[in-house]
C-alpha cells in the first residue's frame, strides 16, 4: 500500500467511525408522509394540511366491539370507557353512557346563562317567565316528566334543554343498555381522543396500547376489538414502512452478497465490493440526519436501490479487471466512464435534493452523498485494500460476450427501438388515467383498515362532509364573533333547503361579546323575584320553590366570560377543540356543512354577506388541487434531472451524436417503462418519477460502458460481465422493494425493475458494432 494510499484509508476509517457513532446516537426515524406533500399553495391548504398532522380529527380513535352478546358488549363498553378515562392517556371518552352525558351537562349548568341562545331580556319578564312555567306543567303532564321534573326549581326557563338540543349531533348512533350500538345491536361503540397530537407517534402507540390493555381486562369471552382512525394509520404505516425499509435491506444485501460470491467464487472480492455500498449508506444517513434532524423511513428503505447502485462501481472495476491486471491499469481503461456514471447518477438526484417537498429533497441528498461516497470508496481506497490475485478464480468471461451484430441487426436495431418507442408513446397517450389522484394511497394503509374506518365513521354518525366553510380573523374573539354573523347567513340556508345544517364553534362557544349581552339580560335579584312572582299568581307551583334559579341567575350575572379552557375536558370542550384553533396567521373557525344541496347558491350567499376572512372550501377540489401541484412539482423535477443528465453527457463526451448514442436508449427504456406500468393498470405517482430518475441514471450508466472503447473481445468479454453483474445487483435489490407493502417503496421498487431491464436491453441493441467506443 502506497504512502497516500495509507492516508486516504485512515481518513476512510475516521468518518466511518465518525458516521457511526451520530447514527446510533442520534438517528431519529419518522414516518410523517406529509414530507412528501407538496407545500400548501393556499392558506386554506395549509390549513387542511396543519389539521391533518396536529388537529383534533388526528387524535380522534374509533373503537368498535363485537362478538358476543349485547349485554356483556355493554358492560365492556362502560368497564373500557372507565380504564380509558382513569388512564391519562385520552382527553375525552365517549360511549354514549347517560351518567357520562349527565356529568357534562352539569358542568354545562354553571355555564348555560352564557351560553344559551335564549337568553334574552324577553324571557326574564312577567310575561316570559309565565309562558316558561306554562310549558314546563305541560310537560310534567306528559310521559318525559321525569327527565327534567329533578332539574326544573333550578332551571324553569328550559335553557338545560336548549343546550342539550345544541349539542345533540343528529343522525347519531342509537343506544341500548346506556351505551352506543351500531343499528344492529352487534357492535358497541366508543369515540377516545388522546391527549397526544396526531403527528406523535410514540403517544399514539402508547394511547392505543392503553385501549388494547383496558380491553383485555373487560373483554367477554369471543368478543373482538377493532380499532380506526388517524392514530392507528400512522403507528401502523410507521411499523410497516421500518419492517418493509429491513426486509428489503436484508434481502438485496444477501441476494448481492450471493451473487457476487457466485461471479468471484471468493470471498475477499464480495467483502471488498460491500465497502462501497456500507460506506454510502452511512454517509447518505449520516448527511439526512444532520441536515433534517430526522430520517424519513421511505428514506430508509431507498437504502436497498442505494445497495444496488453502490455496488454497480466496484463491480465495474473488479469485473472488467484482467486476472493478472492490476487495479490501478483498470481504473485508467475505464476511469473517465466511471466517473461519468457516478456523476451522472448523483446529477440526476440534484433535481430532488432543490425540491420544495421536504422528502423528495431528503432522498435527493441520501442518494447524492451516498453515490459519491460510494464512487470515492471505489476509486480511491479498493485499489489500496484489495491485495494482488484475489480476482483469479472470477467466473470465466466468453460466455458472456453477445453474438457477433451481423447486417440484419445492425439495420433493424434503430427502426425496432423507434417502433417500439412509438408504441410505448401510443398507450401512454390513450391512458386517460395515467396518474393516482389519491393521496391516502400514500399512505400504507391496508384496504380493510380503510374499510373499517368508514364503516365505524357511518355508524357513529360522523360522515366525512365535502364542503367546508373556513372563517378567519387575527384573534379568537374576532373569529367568534365573525362567526356569528357567518351563522346567520348559514341558518337563511338551512332555511332555504340549499344545505341541510352545520357545525360552527360559536353555536357551542359564544363570543365574549355575546356573553356579555346575555350576561346583561339577566335581571338583578330584586327584579327577577318581582317578575317571577307575577308570573306564578294562579299556576300551582309552591312558592320558594324556585329559589335555586335565582340563585343561578344572580351567580351567573358576576360569571366571568366562558373560554375553550373553561370547556376543556369535556365532550363539549371536545367540539370547540375540533372547530376553533390557532395558527400562525392568527385564528381559524371550521363549519362542516352537511346535505348540500347548491353549492354554487351557498358560495353566493356568502360572497354577498360581504363578510371578510370567509371561505367556502370544497376538499375534493382542494385535494385535486394538491395533486395537480405535486404532479407538476415532479414533472419540472423529472425534467431538471434529464436535462442536468444530458448536459453532463455532452460535457463528457463533448459530442452531440455520441451524446444521443447514450441518451437515446435510457429514453426509450424509460417511456417503454411508462408504457408497461400503464397497459399493467399501475397508476403514476410522484414516486414512480423519482423512480425514472434512478432508472435513467443507471440506464445512462449501461449505455456509456456499452459504448466505451474496448481493444479486442477480451475487454468486451469483461465489459459484458460488469454489466452482467451490476444489473443484476440493481434488479435484486429493486425486486427486494417491489415487494414491500408500503405503496411509496413498491411503486420505486417495481419501477426500477422494469426499466433495469428495458435499459440494458436497449443499451446492447443500440451499441455501436466496431470496438471503438465513444470516450476518448
Same mark, same amino acid.
Given at each position: 500500500m502506497t504512502r497516500s494510499g495509507r492516508g486516504a484509508v485512515a481518513f476512510w476509517l475516521i468518518l466511518v467511525a465518525v458516521s457511526g457513532y451520530w447514527l446510533t446516537q442520534r438517528l431519529v426515524l419518522t414516518t410523517d408522509m406529509?414530507?412528501?406533500?407538496?407545500?400548501?399553495?393556499? *392558506?386554506?391548504? #395549509? %390549513?387542511?394540511?396543519?389539521?391533518?398532522r396536529s388537529g383534533v380529527a388526528s387524535r380522534l380513535l374509533l373503537i368498535g366491539l363485537e362478538g358476543a352478546g349485547e349485554e356483556e358488549l355493554a358492560g365492556a363498553s362502560s368497564g373500557l370507557a372507565d380504564r380509558l378515562a382513569r388512564s391519562g392517556q385520552f382527553e375525552t371518552v365517549a360511549n354514549g353512557n347517560a351518567s357520562r352525558a349527565a356529568h357534562d351537562l352539569e358542568r354545562l349548568a354553571a355555564m348555560r346563562y352564557a351560553l344559551s341562545p335564549g337568553v334574552v331580556p324577553e324571557t326574564f319578564t312577567a310575561e316570559g317567565l309565565r309562558a316558561a312555567l306554562q310549558e314546563s306543567l305541560a310537560l310534567l303532564a306528559s310521559p318525559l316528566s321525569a327527565q327534567f321534573r329533578a332539574t326544573l326549581p333550578q332551571d324553569p326557563t328550559g335553557e338545560m334543554r336548549r343546550l342539550a338540543r345544541l349539542f345533540v349531533k343528529p343522525g347519531g348512533p342509537a343506544t341500548r343498555r346506556g351505551v352506543w350500538f351500531s343499528t344492529d345491536g352487534k357492535r358497541a361503540l366508543l369515540i377516545a381522543e388522546t391527549r397526544a397530537a396526531g403527528f406523535d407517534l410514540d403517544a399514539q402507540a402508547k394511547a392505543i396500547s392503553a385501549i388494547r390493555q383496558a380491553y383485555a381486562e373487560v373483554a367477554p369471552a369471543g368478543a373482538q376489538l377493532r380499532l380506526a382512525g388517524a392514530g392507528l394509520v400512522a403507528v401502523t404505516a410507521r411499523a410497516t414502512v421500518e419492517s418493509d425499509a429491513k426486509r428489503s435491506s436484508t434481502i438485496a444485501t444477501i441476494g448481492i452478497l450471493l451473487l457476487l460470491l457466485f461471479v468471484y467464487r471468493s470471498p475477499y472480492p464480495v467483502v471488498f465490493s460491500a465497502l462501497p455500498a456500507a460506506s454510502g449508506l452511512l454517509a447518505g444517513l449520516t448527511a439526512a440526519s444532520l441536515?433534517?434532524?430526522? &430520517?424519513?423511513?421511505?428514506?430508509?428503505? !431507498?437504502? +436497498? %436501490?442505494?445497495?444496488? *447502485?453502490? &455496488?454497480?462501481?466496484?463491480?465495474?472495476?473488479?469485473?472488467?479487471?484482467g486476472r493478472s491486471e492490476p487495479l490501478a491499469a483498470t481504473f485508467g481503461r475505464i476511469g473517465s466512464t466511471l466517473r461519468l456514471a457516478v456523476l451522472t447518477t448523483a446529477c440526476g438526484a440534484l433535481s430532488m435534493l432543490f425540491s420544495s417537498f421536504n422528502g423528495l429533497a431528503q432522498l435527493g441528498l441520501f442518494t447524492i452523498v451516498g453515490v459519491i461516497a460510494s464512487g470515492l470508496v471505489t476509486r480511491w481506497i479498493l485499489p489500496a485494500l484489495t491485495p494482488a490475485g484475489i480476482l483469479v478464480r472470477k467466473l470465466a468471461v466468453p460466455q458472456f460476450e453477445l453474438p457477433p451484430p451481423g447486417r440484419f441487426r445492425e439495420r433493424a436495431a434503430w427502426p425496432a427501438a423507434a417502433i417500439a418507442v412509438c408504441i410505448a408513446a401510443l398507450a401512454i397517450a390513450r391512458n386517460d388515467r395515467l396518474w393516482d389522484d389519491d393521496l391516502a394511497n400514500l399512505t400504507p394503509q391496508p384496504a380493510d383498515m380503510r374499510a373499517l374506518d368508514r364503516e365505524l365513521r357511518s355508524q357513529l354518525g360522523a360522515p366525512d362532509p365535502r364542503h367546508l366553510v373556513i372563517v378567519t380573523a387575527a384573534d379568537q374573539e374576532s373569529v367568534l364573533q365573525r362567526s356569528e354573523r357567518v351563522a346567520r347567513t348559514l341558518d337563511a340556508e338551512v332555511a332555504s333547503g340549499d344545505i341541510a345544517g352545520y357545525e360552527l364553534a360559536a353555536r357551542f362557544l359564544p363570543s365574549a361579546k355575546t356573553q356579555d349581552e346575555r350576561r346583561a339580560a339577566l335581571p338583578d335579584a330584586a327584579t327577577l323575584s318581582a317578575n317571577l312572582e307575577k308570573a306564578m299568581a294562579g299556576l300551582p307551583f309552591r312558592p320558594g320553590v324556585f329559589a335555586p334559579f335565582l340563585a343561578d341567575v344572580e351567580r351567573a350575572r358576576a360569571q366571568p366570560p366562558i373560554t375553550p379552557e373553561t370547556l376543556r375536558g369535556s365532550a363539549a370542550?371536545?367540539?370547540?377543540?375540533?372547530?376553533? !384553533?390557532?395558527?400562525?396567521?392568527?385564528?381559524? =373557525?371550521?363549519?362542516?356543512?352537511?346535505?348540500?344541496?347548491? =353549492?354554487?347558491?351557498?358560495?353566493? +350567499?356568502?360572497?354577498?354577506?360581504? *363578510? /371578510?376572512? &370567509?371561505?367556502?372550501?370544497?376538499?375534493?377540489? #382542494?385535494?385535486?388541487?394538491?395533486?395537480?401541484?405535486?404532479?407538476?412539482?415532479?414533472?419540472?423535477?423529472?425534467?431538471?434531472?434529464?436535462?442536468?443528465?444530458? =448536459?453532463?453527457? !455532452? +460535457?463528457?463526451?463533448?459530442?452531440?451524436?455520441?451524446?444521443?448514442?447514450?441518451?437515446? /436508449?435510457?429514453?426509450?427504456?424509460?417511456?417503454?417503462?411508462?408504457a408497461t406500468l400503464s397497459i399493467a393498470g399501475v397508476r403514476l405517482t410522484l414516486f414512480h418519477l423519482v423512480a425514472l430518475l434512478l432508472v435513467v441514471g443507471v440506464g445512462t450508466n449501461y449505455a456509456l460502458f456499452f459504448n466505451q472503447p474496448q481493444r479486442g473481445r477480451g475487454e468486451r468479454a469483461l465489459m459484458l460481465l460488469s454489466l452482467a453483474v451490476a444489473s443484476s445487483a440493481t434488479l435484486i435489490s429493486a425486486l427486494a422493494l417491489s415487494g414491500s407493502g408500503t405503496p411509496v417503496l413498491r411503486a420505486i421498487g417495481m419501477t426500477v425493475a422494469i426499466g433495469t431491464l428495458y435499459a440494458l436491453a436497449f443499451s446492447a441493441l443500440l451499441a455501436p458494432h466496431s470496438n471503438r467506443g465513444l470516450i476518448d
Open positions: 406529509s414530507a412528501f406533500l407538496p407545500p400548501a399553495a393556499t *392558506e386554506a391548504q #395549509e %390549513i387542511l394540511i396543519g389539521q391533518l441536515w433534517f434532524g430526522q &430520517v424519513h423511513g421511505i428514506t430508509a428503505g !431507498f437504502a +436497498a %436501490i442505494l445497495i444496488g *447502485e453502490a &455496488v454497480d462501481y466496484p463491480t465495474y472495476l473488479y469485473a472488467q479487471s370542550g371536545a367540539r370547540v377543540a375540533s372547530l376553533l !384553533f390557532a395558527d400562525a396567521h392568527g385564528w381559524v =373557525a371550521l363549519a362542516p356543512i352537511s346535505g348540500v344541496r347548491d =353549492a354554487d347558491a351557498l358560495a353566493a +350567499a356568502l360572497r354577498t354577506s360581504g *363578510e /371578510p376572512g &370567509v371561505l367556502l372550501l370544497d376538499l375534493k377540489r #382542494e385535494a385535486d388541487s394538491l395533486v395537480a401541484g405535486y404532479r407538476a412539482e415532479a414533472l419540472r423535477l423529472f425534467g431538471i434531472g434529464l436535462a442536468c443528465i444530458a =448536459a453532463l453527457v !455532452f +460535457a463528457g463526451l463533448r459530442s452531440l451524436p455520441a451524446t444521443g448514442r447514450v441518451l437515446v /436508449p435510457v429514453l426509450a427504456a424509460t417511456l417503454l417503462d411508462v
